[in-house]
T-cell receptor, first 114, second 115 residues
Framework: AQSVTQLDSQVPVFEEAPVELRCNYSSSVSVYLFWYVQYPNQGLQLLLKYLSGSTLVKGINGFEAEFNKSQTSFHLRKPSVHISDTAEYFCAVRTTSGTYKYIFGTGTRLKVLA | NAGVTQTPKFQVLKTGQSMTLQCAQD?????MSWYRQDPGMGLRLIHYSVGAGITDQGEVPNGYNVSRSTTEDFPLRLLSAAPSQTSVYFC??????????????FGDGTRLSIL
């Protein structure tokens, strides 16, 4: 079975400061990794994904994430945040074969302060 | 380009009532899923389908039924609503295996309150 841990339920950060949202996963088999963003009263949108290859993945809105297999982590980073980045961010995994199930973390609420 | 459409957007039910949450996608995706989102618990998978006529249980299937008679539609049924089913429900779809460079598409959600 797979699991995803997002240790930070809320992260406040000032505008133009850097931010890192942490994600750790557990799986006995190979996985794909995803970060999704949810703006208020909306569904989830894909920010970025790691399928294979380079461990540094760039996504939309200036976000990037680094896959670290030895630490089973997939932390999300942005060098300079904007007010508009205020949202909830979810890390997710699914296995590379077999079941189609996505497993989501509990989410991190990013609040960007002026 | 409608994507994933969920109806209704809001619903209030009384305990014991039944209802169906509708989900339709126009992208010819084979995979469809239902999630519920509760504060502090993220998204939990209720049921999913890998194609028409095929469904399977997720993490929290109790109290919910699904069917997949067509590729486009994946309705979620609450047979006897309970207050514990008060939540925001999301439907998602994605292409079949082998096209994982395509993201999972989400609907805008159905906010359901059970009194």
């Amino acid at each position: 079975a797979q699991s995803v841990t997002q240790l930070d339920s809320q992260v406040p950060v000032f505008e133009e400061a850097p931010v890192e949202l942490r994600c750790n996963y557990s799986s006995s088999v190979s996985v794909y990794l995803f970060w999704y963003v949810q703006y208020p009263n909306q569904g989830l949108q894909l920010l970025l994904k790691y399928l294979s290859g380079s461990t540094l993945v760039k996504g939309i809105n200036g976000f990037e994430a680094e896959f670290n297999k030895s630490q089973t982590s997939f932390h999300l980073r942005k060098p300079s945040v904007h007010i508009s980045d205020t949202a909830e961010y979810f890390c997710a995994v699914r296995t590379t074969s077999g079941t189609y199930k996505y497993i989501f973390g509990t989410g991190t609420r990013l609040k960007v302060l002026a | 380009n409608a994507g994933v459409t969920q109806t209704p957007k809001f619903q209030v039910l009384k305990t014991g009532q039944s209802m169906t949450l509708q989900c339709a996608q126009d992208m010819n995706h084979e995979y469809m899923s239902w999630y519920r989102q509760d504060p502090g618990m993220g998204l939990r998978l209720i049921h999913y389908s890998v194609g028409a006529g095929i469904t399977d249980q997720g993490e929290v299937p109790n109290g919910y039924n699904v069917s997949r008679s067509t590729t486009e539609d994946f309705p979620l049924r609450l047979l006897s609503a309970a207050p514990s089913q008060t939540s925001v429900y999301f439907c998602a779809s994605s292409p079949r295996e082998g096209q994982t460079n395509q993201p999972q598409h989400f609907g805008d959600g159905t906010r359901l309150s059970i009194l």
